[in-house]
């Protein structure tokens, strides 16, 4: 897929979303290389996670490291809040 106006794919420092969940995280470490091309981003958590009392938010689990191919990313223009 193509995104005018942004690097893509991804390098190591910039941010993307995952398409399916909407979580924001900067690319940590790439991978691989062609279609076995894996891209390690650090999710951290959203703003209203934070504080919000939500029983499955425990700060110890953040930052967290996952791992998407590049079919499940999408530029993001902004850092995670």
Do not use: C, K
């Not at 897929?1 to 399916?20: E, I, K, L, R």
């Not at 919000?52 to 999408?74: I, K, V």
Request: cysteine-free.
């Amino acid at each position: 897929m193509q995104y005018p106006g942004f690097v893509w794919p991804p390098h190591v420092g910039h941010y993307v979303q995952v398409s399916a969940t909407g979580d924001a995280g900067e690319v940590v470490e790439i991978e691989g290389s062609g279609a076995a091309q894996r891209f390690i981003i650090e999710i951290q958590p959203r703003a209203g996670d934070v504080g919000s009392g939500t029983l499955d938010f425990n700060p110890a689990d953040y930052p967290e490291r996952r791992t998407h191919t590049l079919a499940e990313l999408e530029p993001s223009t902004t850092p995670p809040d």
